[in-house]
Structure formats: structure tokens, C-alpha cells
């Protein structure tokens, strides 16, 4: 069974650019969430969809950020305009309709805001 | 606000002694915690979770964890680490609303020769 599978690895773009990451869940997995990581901090929410639905987006850091999830399968993170602040590992993780049993994390996008 | 706190940013621990990575978190109800490990270039993997019962649970690769409710504690330990074991390690708690996880910071392991 395929892991959660994310890209790209790796970005790096200037100031003001904009940056699109996709995730790809577990197939089957109606939960998809977003958490990023900046450097020396803990991982942090993002938000969390059930199918194509936003359950909660509380931990979107402005409206500069935009997770689309389309027909209940990948989702995308669009960052617009991308500020310096914006540099972390971003996670995409992904659980079956009981989420409680865990969440499945996909290797994370580094991205690097210059 | 609830917390998930690793109070231990790096451990160093020679190859075939025991390992204990330190966890509190802070919440008023039984939590459901988990321990992830991140391997260099890896996504995090799950190593064990707790949501009720038996307060010592097992996990993959050898490792296991005691929930102690009377010091919000919810170590991780080893009995005899392996090189392979070298990675940066991650407990969390789900929310209250039970939507997302709360991480620690994490703690880097190093295993020496």
C-alpha cells in the first residue's frame, strides 16, 4: 500500500512568488490535514479536511495561505504571495474515517523563502 | 491551552544501553498520545499510541511507552538501543476537539559507538 506521498521535496522561491505543494493521501483515507514546521519549532496544525470538506482551518496563518482539496482526493497548499516567514517543512498527513486510530505523514516539502 | 512539552532537545546514548525520551502534556481528560519518529529524509512514522486501558503500551521497532496519569507523563523507552534508532523523535496529543495533534518539540537522538 502506497504511503502519503508529497511534492515537491524541496522548493525554493523569492519573496512574493507563489508556491503550490500537493499532497497525495492513503487511498481510501478521508482525512487529509496540513502541518508545518518551522525551524526550531514544534509542528503545527494547519487544517484538516474530511473529503473535499474543510472541517477546520484554524491553523492557517493568514489568508495568504490557500489548501484546496479536490474531489475528496489530493489536496494542494497554495502560498500567494510568499513571504520569508513562510520557509519551514510543511507535512501533509492523512487517516481513515476513524482518525483516532493515527495519523499517516507523508516526508514533508521543505520550503525555502528567499 | 493544552500542551504537548519534550523537555529533552538532544540525548546522546552509547549503542545497546536503554532509552528513556521524556513527554508531558497538559490536559484535563484522558489524552490520546502518540510517539512519532522521523528518520533524516523520512516522513514521521508512528511508533505507538494510547488512547485507554493498559497504561504501558507496545509499539513497532522495540519500543514502548507508560502512560502515568499522576505525572502527565507519557515516556518513551528502549532497552537496548541500536544505531538505527539515531532520528528525531516526536510525542503529541490530540487536540480537545480532537481535530488535530498537538506536538512537542521533538528530541534529536544521537547513538554513539
Known amino acids: 500500500e502506497a504511503g502519503v506521498t508529497q511534492f515537491p521535496s524541496h522548493s525554493v522561491i523569492e519573496k512574493g512568488q507563489t508556491v503550490t505543494l500537493r499532497c497525495d493521501p492513503i487511498?481510501?483515507?478521508?482525512?487529509l490535514y496540513w502541518y508545518r514546521r518551522v525551524m526550531g519549532k514544534e509542528i503545527k496544525f494547519l487544517l484538516h479536511f474530511v473529503k473535499e470538506s474543510k472541517q477546520d482551518e484554524s491553523g492557517m496563518p493568514n489568508n495568504r495561505f490557500l489548501a484546496e482539496r479536490t474531489g475528496g482526493t489530493y489536496s494542494t497548499l497554495k502560498v500567494q504571495p510568499a513571504e520569508l516567514e513562510d520557509s519551514g517543512v510543511y507535512f501533509c498527513?492523512?487517516?481513515?474515517?476513524?482518525?483516532?486510530?493515527?495519523?499517516?505523514f507523508g516526508p514533508g516539502t521543505r520550503l525555502t523563502v528567499l | 491551552a493544552q500542551s504537548v512539552t519534550q523537555p529533552d532537545i538532544h540525548i546522546t546514548v552509547s549503542e545497546g544501553a536503554s532509552l528513556e525520551l521524556r513527554c508531558n502534556y497538559s490536559y484535563g481528560a484522558t489524552p490520546y498520545l502518540f510517539w512519532y519518529v522521523q528518520s533524516p529524509g523520512q516522513g514521521l512514522q508512528l511508533l505507538l499510541k494510547?488512547?485507554?486501558?493498559?497504561?504501558l503500551v507496545q509499539g513497532i521497532k522495540g519500543f514502548e511507552a507508560e502512560f502515568k496519569r499522576s505525572q502527565s507523563s507519557f515516556n518513551l523507552r528502549k532497552p537496548s538501543v541500536h544505531w538505527s534508532d539515531a532520528a528525531e523523535y516526536f510525542c503529541?496529543?490530540?487536540?480537545?476537539?480532537?481535530?488535530?495533534?498537538?506536538f512537542g518539540k521533538g528530541t534529536t537522538l544521537s547513538v554513539s559507538s
Open positions: 487511498s481510501g483515507h478521508d482525512n
Open positions: 498527513a492523512s487517516s481513515p474515517r476513524v482518525a483516532a486510530f493515527g495519523q499517516f
Open positions: 503529541a496529543a490530540w487536540n480537545q476537539a480532537g481535530t488535530a495533534l498537538i
Open positions: 494510547y488512547f485507554s486501558g493498559d497504561t
